[in-house]
């Protein structure tokens, strides 16, 4: 038994679907101007060459000549909880592009009923049916690939919010890892000008013996000695945090990281990085595709274009084909292909009235997509914003800790001189405290400032999007290889190399 059930009006039907799929009205756009221009070149432009290839951004921190930074962030880009759980929304983002795709496909399901019906005056009367189901719903205006297509820039867009984490894991690891040795090299200071003031205070006590000075310039000593002293405890403890932090960051316990930071070196000072003379900067639109956050925002863009489209083809006809292949029989044995039956059946729906509910969708859709283009204007002004502060912090603390280190050598001759002429009593000891305490604020002044100007380093390369890399980026989606995304915006005529 074969059924064939198709309206003669089918066809001109499909084609009014078809019309009026073509009839939707265009989604938001934004006006001229109203999304931010990309400038042709830095205001603060770096006194610093291109380096060819992307290496040097990806894995900025392995050019920082310190290899226990470099193993904490690979250890933190590795088990870092943020960093997991994007990669876990990665995998979600592409499970529901595999669904989105699946629904441009027929389904076929398998179906097998056996029944066993009787009347009072029949006898028992068996039925047997095995037969394949087959169902699929003709995309005609244009939905389901609309879905698609959104589903894939949320592909794209969970794997740059992943490239995002990694940017923001890693600077965050290097600006703790940083601030931990700057705590270090301040406590070191402390330390050294204790022991300084301590032998001062010593002099003073045998001089106050010999008759040569008062008790109140004993007591001033010992004065400049505690307040030394006290700073020592706050420095401990601000080192103490920020392996806390790097801890977290990592994904470790406090206590394993200590044994490895601290415990390991047997007492010795660590070095403070040292960030490589060379800095590679692009042309700000070159910046901006580097930036995962600007391509991210840029690709929920294209998804929410995608859905208004999705949302337009819902108004429109829909045709869905289904059609089955089967036995049947009166007994298991005699399922055979006397007795095979098929149909096929197309059926095709045509929203009359649904109360405004899908025009509001697709207003709602519309004012979504509205929104990432704003998001996506604040994300690229945002990151302009970055990379101009961090270009200007960079040259003004480099000025600084130059400046620092001049003064940090005059107050050190300065204290040495004083002491001296103490000894020889051409001075007072009022003089000698001067010098001490100044030569203790110049040297952590020097401390902070090569700590701020390894960390400002470290903010340029997250402003700039360093951290990820294209080729971890196609590791994370091996069975998806997308076109490349639109952007939004244009940028303005640059020259041809980068400043």
């Known amino acids: ?13 499909a084609v009014v679907a078809v019309v009026l799929a073509a009839c939707a009205t265009q989604p938001y756009a934004p006006a001229s101007g109203d999304l931010p221009t990309v400038p042709a070149a830095w205001t603060e432009a770096p006194d610093a060459a291109p380096v060819a290839g992307g290496e040097r951004l990806a894995y900025w921190w ?16 590795e088990r870092n909880n943020d960093v997991r759980s994007a990669r876990a929304a990665l995998r979600q983002a592409r499970a529901q592009r595999a669904v989105s795709a699946a629904g441009l496909q027929p389904t076929l399901d398998f179906a097998g009923s056996a029944q066993r019906a009787r009347t009072d005056s029949q006898p028992a ?4 049916q095995v037969g394949v189901d087959a169902a699929w719903e003709v995309d005609l205006a244009g939905g389901q690939r609309a879905g698609l297509a959104a589903a894939e820039a949320d592909l794209l867009a969970s794997a740059a919010s992943l490239d995002d984490t990694r940017v923001s894991i890693a600077a965050e690891v290097a600006l703790a890892y940083i601030d931990l040795r700057g705590n270090q090299q301040r406590l070191a ?3 050294a000008n204790l022991a300084n003031q301590e ?6 006590r045998w001089r106050e013996q010999a008759g040569l000075v008062t008790q109140l310039e004993v007591e001033q000593a010992r004065t400049s000695v505690e307040q030394t002293r006290s700073s020592l405890s706050s420095l401990e403890s601000a080192v103490a945090q920020t392996l806390n ?15 490895r930071l601290l415990d390991a070196s047997g007492g010795a000072l660590a070095a403070m990085p040292r960030p ?24 929920r863009v294209e998804a929410a274009r995608a859905r208004v489209d999705e949302a337009q083809a819902a ?3 829909s045709l869905r084909l289904t059609g089955s292949l089967g036995l049947s029989a009166l007994t298991l044995g005699a399922l055979d292909s006397a007795g095979v039956a098929s149909s096929l059946l197309a059926s095709v729906g045509l929203p009359l009235f649904d109360g405004g509910a899908r025009a509001a969708q697709v207003e709602v859709r519309d004012a979504a997509l509205e929104q990432t283009y704003h998001a996506y204007g604040a994300a690229v002004l945002t990151a302009l914003g970055e990379i101009e502060s961090a270009l200007t912090a960079l040259r003004t603390s480099r000025d600084s800790l130059a400046s620092l280190t001049l003064a940090a050598g005059a107050a050190a001759n300065a204290d040495e001189l004083a002491g001296q002429r103490y000894a020889s009593g051409l001075v007072d000891f009022q003089v000698v405290l001067d010098t001490q305490r100044t030569r203790l604020n110049a040297e952590d002044a020097v401390a902070s400032a090569a700590a701020q100007l390894a960390a400002n380093h470290v903010q340029l390369y997250k402003a700039l999007g360093g951290g990820w890399s294209p080729q971890a980026t196609l590791e994370s989606m091996p069975e998806f290889t997308p076109a490349a995304a639109s952007v939004p915006l244009t940028a303005t005529a640059a020259p041809s190399s980068a400043p």
């Open 245 to 259: 932090s790097l801890a977290v960051l990592c994904a470790q316990t406090p206590g394993d990281l200590r044994a």
């Open 1 to 13: 038994m074969r059924i064939f059930d198709v309206p003669k009006s089918f066809l001109p039907c």
């Open 276 to 299: 490589a003379d060379t800095l590679a900067v692009s042309l700000p639109a070159d910046t901006l595709r580097q930036r995962p956050d600007v391509r991210a925002a840029g690709l």
């Open 189 to 191: 200071v402390a330390r």
């Open 125 to 128: 009367d068996n039925q047997f």
């Open 315 to 317: 108004r429109y006809p």
């Open 199 to 204: 032998e001062t205070l010593q002099i003073t």
């Open 62 to 77: 392995r050019h920082f000549g310190d290899a226990e930074l470099s193993a904490l962030v690979d250890l933190a880009l």
